[in-house]
């Protein structure tokens, strides 16, 4: 089976976003455990934006030696000059250069007609190639570019010796259909040539990035751009944690591998929230705190006869330590016998009856009940010690 290739951005692109930065010391945290994960590449920063974020990426490179280590440059010669200095330690260097493609940005932004453009990407690849031995071309906006003259830059970047193609939806614009398309247009233009990965990079403006970033892994992209929990500009990037389980939930249908360590997903997410003091909201996919808890009586029945009624992925996949069973008013009486078997309190029908009357009545009033909560009433209500000894924290709220 074919295997896609996660290049992890979110010490540069999700870095770069307002409230996530990160010192030296963070980046180096992360990147550890990114490497853990199992990620295909990291990218460490963009060196020429600050000596401080240069010095990070060498710091990176020297520390984690087991993953390609990515400097991101501007087609311009300082830039490209700095991140090969940045890069000097790497055990296995990519150099990242940018130009932007679009109409608009060359006309309104870089003030470049496009001949000015395929000689800055040519020139600035080969200078890149003298000095390091991978080289990833982004075309900026390419979602957004005259799709001939993207296929021209493409031949470009190939020809100088860049061997990843980036192609990014830098605004959050594409929809699926469109940004798979591109992709088949790029390839038959090339030839399908050996040798070349063709990559996607999408933002999440539309709340797209992740399907767009299937779709093009559809369209024959073999490594997509994203950051853990789609930290990233503006809305944000695609969520590395998304595009890894939906590869293997779905593996049939798209019949690729990723290198990605599913059970370290929520251990690298909750690790990021920690060092950017940014939660992640509960309703997030897979790494949210509701991602794996079922309040509703109906779901908490269809769990516990078998997890697959309302579970595509088990929560011990993703590394969440376990599901967990709300009890408030939407619960019903096999959760509660569920819980209360797990605090050691083995009811009867009358007594579990009873138990719920309670609960329900206090979830009114209180919306969640917790676990000192459930102990008090089951106590109340049994007038006995538990039967077993079990921790009070264990899954009961
Ligand atoms: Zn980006």
Same mark, same amino acid.
């Given at each position: 089976?074919? /295997?896609?290739?996660?290049?992890?951005?979110?010490?540069? %692109?999700?870095?770069?976003?307002?409230?996530?930065?990160?010192?030296?010391?963070?980046?180096?945290?992360?990147?550890?455990?990114?490497?853990?994960?199992?990620?295909?590449?990291?990218?460490?920063?963009?060196?020429?934006?600050?000596?401080?974020?240069?010095?990070?990426?060498?710091?990176?490179?020297?520390?984690?030696?087991?993953?390609?280590?990515?400097?991101?440059?501007?087609?311009?010669?300082?830039?490209?000059?700095?991140?090969?200095?940045?890069?000097?330690?790497?055990?296995?260097?990519?150099?990242?250069?940018?130009?932007?493609?679009?109409?608009?940005?060359?006309?309104?932004?870089?003030?470049?007609?496009?001949?000015?453009?395929?000689?800055?990407?040519?020139?600035?690849?080969?200078?890149?190639?003298?000095?390091?031995?991978?080289?990833?071309?982004?075309?900026?906006?390419? !979602? @957004?570019?005259?799709?001939?003259?993207?296929?021209?830059?493409?031949?470009?970047?190939?020809?100088?010796?860049?061997?990843?193609?980036?192609?990014?939806?830098?605004?959050?614009?594409?929809?699926?259909?469109?940004?798979?398309?591109?992709?088949?247009?790029?390839?038959?233009?090339?030839?399908?040539?050996?040798?070349?990965?063709?990559?996607?990079?999408?933002?999440? %403006?539309?709340?797209?990035?992740?399907?767009?970033?299937?779709?093009?892994? @559809?369209?024959?992209?073999?490594?997509?751009?994203?950051?853990?929990?789609?930290?990233?500009?503006?809305?944000?990037?695609?969520?590395?944690?998304?595009?890894?389980?939906?590869?293997?939930? @779905?593996?049939?249908?798209?019949?690729?591998?990723?290198?990605?360590?599913?059970?370290?997903?929520?251990?690298? /997410?909750?690790?990021?929230?920690?060092?950017?003091?940014?939660?992640?909201?509960?309703?997030?996919?897979?790494?949210?705190?509701?991602?794996?808890?079922?309040?509703?009586?109906?779901?908490?029945? !269809?769990?516990?006869?078998?997890?697959?009624?309302?579970?595509?992925?088990?929560?011990?996949?993703?590394?969440?330590?376990?599901?967990?069973?709300?009890?408030?008013?939407?619960?019903?009486?096999?959760?509660?016998?569920?819980?209360?078997?797990?605090? !050691?309190?083995?009811? /009867?029908?009358?007594?579990?009856?009873?138990?719920?009357?309670?609960?329900?009545?206090?979830?009114?009033?209180?919306?969640?009940?917790?676990?000192? %909560?459930?102990?008090?009433?089951?106590?109340?209500?049994?007038?006995?010690?538990?039967?077993?000894?079990?921790?009070?924290?264990?899954?009961?709220?």
């Amino acid at each position: 089976m074919d /295997s896609v290739r996660i290049f992890d951005t979110t010490l540069r %692109d999700g870095e770069q976003s307002p409230g996530f930065s990160m010192n030296t010391e963070e980046k180096i945290r992360m990147a550890r455990q990114l490497a853990a994960l199992g990620v295909d590449v990291i990218e460490a920063g963009f060196p020429i934006s600050s000596r401080g974020d240069l010095e990070a990426v060498q710091q990176v490179a020297r520390e984690v030696r087991t993953v390609p280590i990515a400097a991101l440059a501007r087609a311009k010669k300082q830039d490209v000059n700095a991140a090969i200095e940045a890069l000097e330690p790497a055990a296995a260097p990519r150099l990242h250069i940018f130009l932007a493609t679009s109409d608009l940005h060359l006309r309104v932004k870089l003030n470049m007609t496009r001949e000015q453009a395929l000689e800055a990407i040519s020139s600035m690849i080969r200078l890149g190639r003298n000095h390091v031995g991978e080289v990833e071309f982004s075309a900026e906006d390419a !979602g @957004r570019t005259d799709i001939g003259f993207l296929c021209q830059v493409c031949q470009v970047a190939v020809d100088a010796g860049a061997t990843v193609l980036n192609l990014p939806d830098t605004v959050g614009y594409a929809v699926p259909d469109e940004y798979g398309a591109m992709f088949e247009q790029v390839r038959a233009h090339l030839d399908d040539p050996q040798g070349i990965t063709l990559s996607a990079h999408c933002h999440d %403006d539309l709340g797209l990035a992740v399907a767009n970033s299937l779709a093009a892994v @559809r369209a024959g992209v073999r490594q997509i751009e994203c950051t853990v929990n789609g930290i990233g500009e503006r809305a944000g990037n695609a969520a590395l944690e998304e595009i890894a389980v939906a590869l293997a939930v @779905r593996k049939e249908s798209f019949g690729v591998t990723t290198n990605i360590k599913l059970d370290e997903l929520f251990h690298s /997410s909750r690790m990021l929230s920690e060092i950017t003091g940014a939660a992640v909201a509960p309703n997030k996919a897979v790494v949210g705190a509701n991602a794996f808890a079922h309040e509703a009586g109906i779901h908490q029945d !269809g769990i516990i006869k078998n997890p697959l009624t309302y579970e595509i992925i088990s929560p011990e996949t993703v590394g969440v330590p376990s599901r967990s069973f709300v009890l408030g008013k939407h619960s019903g009486r096999n959760a509660l016998k569920v819980a209360l078997r797990n605090l !050691g309190y083995e009811p /009867s029908e009358e007594e579990l009856a009873e138990c719920y009357r309670r609960v329900t009545t206090l979830a009114d009033e209180a919306k969640q009940v917790r676990p000192r %909560d459930l102990v008090a009433i089951a106590h109340e209500v049994m007038r006995r010690r538990p039967t077993t000894v079990a921790a009070e924290a264990s899954s009961a709220a």
